[in-house]
């Protein structure tokens, strides 16, 4: 059985000089490398769910990626290339959040600074990609999901 990717959304903040423009750009140039991660299913622009009347489709969210990943392998490299990309920025920050958890990357001085206690590596991204699985699986069954160890 083939794993369905799980969705997560990738919010750019230009910073507090930052106009739409300028997230559209930066949203635009990140989708663009995460293309290249191995694992990345699909990375396309958000879309407005809330379209106005008499629109032929949603408006983009510019600012908002969502990314599909298959496993923690993914979802890390994902943030690494969020986290470099982010360093080459002059400021802003990028969110990473699957689910209800969400990580910040903030560019402070040109160094990025992690703003969670969830860690790119290892169980971090593990646990998040379970917790997903897990509540998409009891959303479609109607039951709580067995605790796991």
């Given at each position: 059985?083939?794993?369905?990717?799980?969705?997560?959304?990738?919010?750019?903040?230009?910073?507090?000089?930052g106009d739409?423009?300028?997230v559209a750009e930066l949203a635009?140039?990140?989708?663009?490398?995460?293309?290249?991660?191995?694992?990345a299913a699909s990375v396309r622009l958000a879309r407005?769910?809330?379209?106005?009347?008499g629109a032929?489709?949603?408006?983009?969210?510019?600012g908002t990626l969502l990314v599909g990943?298959?496993?923690?392998?993914?979802?890390?490299a994902l943030?690494?290339?969020?986290?470099?990309?982010?360093?080459?920025?002059?400021?802003?920050?990028?969110r990473v959040r699957i689910g209800d958890d969400e990580l910040e990357l903030a560019c402070e001085q040109y160094e990025p600074v992690w703003h969670s206690p969830l860690t790119p590596r290892g169980r971090g991204s593990e646990e998040c990609l379970r917790r997903s699985r897990q509540s998409r699986t009891?959303?479609?069954?109607?039951?709580?999901?067995?605790?796991?160890?």
């Open positions: 059985m083939v794993e369905q990717p799980t969705e997560v959304v990738v919010r750019v903040d230009a910073g507090p000089d739409e423009e300028e635009l140039r990140l989708r663009d490398e995460l293309r290249e991660v191995d694992g407005d769910a809330a379209a106005p009347p032929k489709g949603a408006a983009v969210e510019w990943v298959v496993s923690s392998g993914a979802l890390t943030v690494t290339t969020a986290s470099s990309w982010l360093g080459r920025q002059r400021g802003g920050s990028v009891s959303s479609r069954t109607g039951r709580d999901p067995e605790p796991t160890t």
